[in-house]
């Protein structure tokens, strides 16, 4: 991998966090596609870079995270499923990482049922994280545990979540951004620590350090301007535009593949 690289997928993840698209996703492809594989230093530098990107839900939501200690309890309990998922399936969730026709049919899946997410839950009643309770947190955790499949989209999985417990779009969107917090800081911190088990001597060459330090820059600079456009375009015309998205980049995929492309995941 290379500094165009790094900067290409550090673009596509502060893009791609916080919609209902799926970062993973994207950046699986997009590996594929500039042939860098999934090396080591790859699969944590997709991760680490995410650091940047929730560090800009902190930044616009500022003073959500230093309201009160029942912000914090709402987002332990709802981060809880996905702790025990990630733990108990990392070695599957490795080797899904590897296979662009899971993406795919996840992209696709997730595209449909985006299509009609907001005619089947047309009824909310919790327009703030502040009403949202205990046991709502956690089954949206429970959805979350759903983007353990590479295309599913942590995001949609959530707010799709959200949305089934009477949030507004809007609030479902915010709380989906909350809960990334802890979950991507856990998940960065998991991978940061496999990846020093695997690697003797110093954990990171100057030059890995140069892409990590970029890539978080640009995930931040680029989710902020993202999380600002998406709230303002779900509040206006919801989530049908993401689903026929989903759909369409899930059928090229198929396609590419069916027409003998390979793409190389390894």
Known sequence: MNLIYAIILAIIEGITEFLPVSSTGHMVIA??????GHDDFVKLFEVAIQLGAILSVVILYFKRFFRSLD??????????????????LKKKIDILLESPLVVAFSLLIGGVILLFVDKWFNKPAVKEEAKISYATAFKVGLFQCLA?????S????????????????TAAAEFSFF???PTMFGATLKEIWDFRKT???????????????IGNVIAFIVALLAIKTFITFVERK?????GWYRIIVGAIIIGLILSGHQLQME
């Open 238 to 242: 919801g989530f049908k535009v993401f």
């Open 31 to 36: 590996s594929s596609f500039m042939g860098i």
């Open 199 to 213: 690697h003797t001597g110093t954990l990171f060459t100057s030059e890995q350090i140069k892409f990590l330090a």
């Open 71 to 88: 912000f914090y309890f709402k987002l332990v309990v709802g981060v809880i499923p996905a702790v025990i998922v990630g733990v108990l």
């Open 148 to 152: 353990v499949i590479p295309g599913v």
């Open 179 to 181: 809960l990334a917090v």
């Open 154 to 169: 942590r995001s949609a999985a959530t707010i799709v979540g959200g949305m089934s417990q009477k949030l507004t779009r």
